[in-house]
């Protein structure tokens, strides 16, 4: 029989849209109707561009790979990497490239976009580039090799994200911007200073306010940068990303409708002004805006494929709408995040809440409705760590709380209301990059997803950039038991138990090892050996209960390298090595030892935030040999690798400082001996002011103390890092027995219940009835266990042993500290360079 050939689908561009495109199509079971052709003008099959910038820190292109070769075949789909389409020829259904002709019934323009270059005399110059393809990254690491300062041109998104790429390649770097602040679209002018601020703090230069009139050759580099005012900025190396701009070529030249500012015009089907034509992603035009976001992309593309599938004179089942372009970033590790109309220009009577914390260099922006009752937009720059609850206000026209301040001002008081997953219509969209909803998670799961994995499989939410993985597991999670489904919330899956419940079985029952507890309430899978979840969390449950050496050889397998080796490792495989300093204190002599040891063992040495000296750059078998060495001199290990106590923070307190109203450095050495080793689910770190000026920072701790002139306050469940958050007062006036006491019993209780690898502040807001069940347990014994969890610390405390001085006076220990089995030779591969003075990796 003669069947019909299908009708031809050729798909220009194999960039993220394009590859989310066919991925739709095979969804959708388009490959059933169409033959498929992809031509990507790149010889990279599609790759993550969101993360592009890590392709300098160890990525390769396998690694940003969205998808295999493979994966095309297996769907019948041809893939033609490396050849560019040159034309379209509308009259006779044909692409062009280089290699010959191919005809189309149907044609989908993915072609992207290109980075914008200013018309910059000059601008053509060898070492000036851009930052847009892997091809383009290897062009700059390839010139940076030759250089030692970087400019980018550009001050948003894609310039800071170059910015950090040249940082990383150990330029000097610096950032111009014709706009009077960076990321002049997302923030505003009190978000910009501070963004500023941040990023000059990192060590870039930021020089804002500036075109650039021409670039010449320098005298003492390559490049000689003009500016309007006559001032001169001479680099080596020039990067361009001052936007974008789309790559509509093939569209003009075939006749296809164009913008007035470029784009191909598209209507909600995404079809061109030719019906056999589409355009998807930042080439194409909706409604005058071109989208530069991967999030709409992609629910452009499933439009498209929609379209695609529909019946002749049928309208398609999904259509584009256009798209939130709310955006929460980390740049250069500095948060901003950005909701709706940020700025408040695009709504009449708009109203503006604003919080500026200048310490700890926070800013937030609340802009409302003019009746006051719906989140418009938000401006974040700091701490992403309000944009989630912020966003569904926004997203969902949720009632604002009755005091809308209160959902951006710091933690304490009477906070604004959390918004529970039942508090989200079914229309919230809980994954934009996926365009999935509560309602599509709620429906995976009325379809048979009975876990996380299965949802994610279903809807594939958090499968793109991961923002919304904590939310849809709490979504998830609240959903399957509101149905009567129990949520398995095992460690994993080799013991059927939460580690809280791990923790009473080897508390109760009186177990000291792995083995042991695996006998007697593992579930035998995988013959018993365990997996990277649950023996550093038994390890971690082990120490906090006995206190025996995690060098002992019953544990030393259950430990992650870090453990293992009692040091942290770094980028180039060597190890820290950090003493304790407690509270900071120091005396010359010591000092002294540690530059000795630093210089004998030609090691990296940095003064940290903690109050501590970092040696960086120890070979695995030098360890012990330096440690030997440091205590010696009277120091012991710091427990910089573990997670226990970190540092306690103090400052001069009364002792030195005019202001001071109690000896903080004494009690922070008091506390840090009393807890150092005190093994948890995650770090501790303890701050010590000696007065309300703060300058030890105490309320960004685990566990907080503040002077008064008649004692301690205490304030707990407070962090920095990547989410951080305001500690809360605790205790007021406080001796130094009453703190001592409190302390004790709030931390062995956080160990007892507290969920693996959760900080105090997460396991704060987590804990059924918050703060005051807190206060109930610890302050009034509510419980009854107050004796108990003394006797528990005072056991940990009696049994402190240094774990480096243990080591290196067992034999058996040392013989872990080579880099080889079978021979004692150092790891050949380590190689330095040297900067500023100091050795660091090459």
Not at 355 to 364: A, S, W
Not at 792 to 798: K, S, T
Request: include cysteine; glycine fraction near 10%; aromatic fraction near 6%.
């Amino acid at each position: 029989m003669n069947t019909p050939a299908k009708p031809q689908l050729i798909v220009i561009g194999n960039g993220m849209v394009g590859h989310h495109l066919v991925e739709q199509l095979v969804e959708q079971g388009a490959t059933q109707r169409y033959e498929v052709t992809v031509f990507g003008e790149e010889r990279h099959l599609a790759y993550d561009r969101v993360h592009l910038s890590e392709y300098f820190s160890g990525r390769d292109a396998a690694s940003l790979a969205l998808s295999t070769a493979e994966y095309y075949a297996e769907h019948g789909i041809e893939l033609r990497l490396h050849e560019a389409v040159t034309e379209i020829d509308r009259d006779k259904g044909e692409v062009v490239t280089p290699q010959g002709r191919y005809a189309y019934d149907r044609l989908v323009l993915a072609t992207g976009s290109y980075p914008f270059v200013p018309p910059i005399p000059g601008n053509e110059r060898e070492g000036c580039l851009v930052y847009r393809t892997l091809e383009d990254l290897d062009a700059i690491r390839e010139a940076a090799e030759t250089a030692t300062t970087g400019v980018v041109v550009g001050g948003g998104l894609l310039g800071l994200e170059a910015a950090n790429a040249l940082r990383g390649l150990n330029l000097d770097t610096a950032v111009v911007e014709f706009a009077p602040r960076l990321m002049p679209m997302q923030v505003d002018s009190e978000g910009g200073e501070l963004l500023r601020e941040k990023i000059e703090a990192l060590g870039v230069q930021v020089l804002t306010g500036r075109a650039t009139q021409e670039i010449v050759d320098g005298e003492a580099s390559r490049h000689r940068m003009v500016f309007q005012d006559e001032k001169v900025l001479e680099t080596d190396l020039i990067v361009f990303s001052a936007g974008i701009r789309p790559r509509d070529e093939l569209a003009r030249d075939c006749g296809l409708e164009i913008g007035e500012r470029g784009g191909v015009v598209i209507d909600d089907n995404c079809l061109t002004s030719d019906p056999a034509i589409l355009a998807v992603g930042e080439v194409a035009l909706w409604n005058n805006s071109i989208f530069g976001l991967v999030a709409p992309g992609y629910q452009m593309a499933k439009a498209a494929a929609s379209t695609l599938l529909a019946s002749p004179g049928e309208s398609a089942g999904t259509t584009f709408a256009g798209a939130d372009m709310s955006t929460k970033l980390k740049l250069m590790g500095v948060d901003v995040g950005s909701i709706g109309d940020a700025h408040g220009d695009r709504t009449p009577g708009a109203r503006q809440y604003r919080f500026l914390d200048p310490i700890k260099q926070q800013y937030r922006k609340l802009v409302v409705s003019s009746d006051g009752k719906r989140v418009v937009g938000a401006m974040l720059v700091g701490d992403n760590s309000y944009y989630d609850t912020l966003h569904q206000y926004y997203a969902n026209r949720i009632d604002l709380p009755e005091d809308p301040a209160a959902l951006i001002l710091p933690a304490g008081g009477e906070a604004a209301p959390a918004l529970g997953p039942d508090a989200l219509p079914e229309t919230a969209m809980i994954c934009s990059c996926h365009n999935v909803t509560k309602g599509d998670v709620c429906a995976s799961i009325d379809a048979g997803a009975v876990d996380l994995g299965a949802v994610k499989g279903a809807t594939k939410a958090s499968t793109g950039c991961g923002g919304c993985a904590a939310l849809l597991k709490t979504l998830v999670d609240h959903e399957l038991e509101s149905r009567g489904v129990e949520v398995d919330k095992s460690i994993c899956e080799h013991f059927h138990y939460t580690r809280q419940e791990l923790y009473d079985i080897v508390r109760v029952e009186g177990i000291k090892t792995f083995s042991e507890l695996m006998e007697k309430h593992g579930s035998k899978v995988g013959h018993g050996l365990g997996c990277d979840i649950c023996k550093p969390a038994v390890a971690s449950i082990l120490a906090s209960c006995f206190n025996e050496p995690i060098t002992d050889a019953a544990h030393i397998p259950l430990q992650d390298t870090n453990d293992t080796f009692m040091a942290n490792m770094q980028k180039n495989g060597t190890y820290s090595v950090v003493p304790r300093v407690p509270g900071g204190e120091i005396t010359p002599d010591k000092l002294v030892v540690l530059g000795q040891v630093a210089q004998k063992y030609e090691l990296y040495t940095k003064v940290t935030g903690g109050q501590r000296i970092d040696l960086f750059g120890a070979r695995l078998e030098d360890l012990p040999a330096i440690w030997g060495e440091l205590i010696e001199a009277g120091f012991e290990t710091g427990h910089a690798y573990g997670k226990s106590l970190r540092t306690v923070k103090s400052c001069v307190g009364s002792t030195w400082c005019r202001y001071g109203v109690q000896d903080s450095v004494g009690m922070a050495i008091q506390l840090e001996h009393r807890y150092k080793g005190l093994r948890a689910p995650h770090k501790i770190k303890f701050g010590v002011s000696g007065c309300t000026r703060e300058c030890a920072e105490a309320q960004s701790k685990d566990i907080g103390v503040i002077a008064t002139e008649n004692g301690w306050n205490l304030y707990v469940c407070g962090n920095g890092g990547m989410r951080p958050r305001h500690a809360e007062l605790f205790a007021t006036d406080l001796d130094d027995e009453q703190l001592y006491r409190i302390i004790d019993r709030f931390l062995m209780f956080y160990i007892r219940t507290a969920d693996r690898l959760q900080r105090t502040s997460v396991w704060r807001e987590n804990l059924e009835g918050g703060l005051d069940y807190l206060k109930q347990v610890i302050l009034e014994d509510s419980l009854g266990i107050g004796e108990e969890l003394d006797r528990q610390m005072q056991a940990v405390i009696d049994t402190y042993e240094c774990e480096w001085a243990n080591a290196i006076s067992d034999p058996e220990k040392l013989k872990r500290f080579r880099s080889f089995v079978n021979d004692a030779r150092p790891d050949p591969d380590i190689i330095y360079t040297t900067e500023r003075g100091q050795l660091r990796p090459a």
